[in-house]
């Protein structure tokens, strides 16, 4: 009783791998089995997808909507959310110098946002260095 083909024999069968006397038996076998025949047509397609595959990232290619993006969207965008913000921090501070709460609440409370404040900046400051000297910044998943 000749020797069952494996799914481990039509993979070195495909890749070249097998000695010519192994070779002659599993094409015999192929020939002769049509559910080998479906097998080693699987096996072909699945290998085919593999070699095709790539791991460089997927590149975009650029178009007339990327240009307006870069060139006129994205400024006017910086620039409202700019203006908004001055806008309602200069207002915010109007009514906390107006307002008849005392000095003293008004202190602690520029202190406390003084305060946040710097821990925010400080806290991107040192994610911004970080950044810099990252190894692994330019890998890509």
Do not use: C
Request: aromatic share 12%; hydrophobic share 45%; no cysteine.
């Amino acid at each position: 009783m000749p020797e069952r083909v494996t799914h481990e024999d039509l993979m070195r069968f495909l890749d070249g791998e097998l000695p010519p006397e192994e070779h002659a038996r599993v094409e015999a076998e192929i020939s002769a089995s049509t559910e080998l025949s479906r097998e080693v047509a699987i096996f072909r397609s699945l290998k085919g997808d593999f070699q095709d595959l790539s791991f460089q990232p997927v590149t975009h290619e650029h178009s007339v909507w990327d240009a307006v993006n870069d060139n006129l969207a994205r400024p006017i965008g910086w620039i409202l959310v700019v203006a908004g913000a001055v806008a309602w921090i200069a207002y915010g501070i109007f009514v906390f110098t107006r307002s008849p709460v005392d000095p003293w609440e008004k202190l602690a409370i520029g202190a406390v946002v003084i305060g946040m404040i710097l821990l925010l900046a400080s806290v991107i400051w040192d994610r911004y260095r970080d950044w810099l000297t990252d190894p692994y910044r330019d890998v890509y998943r």
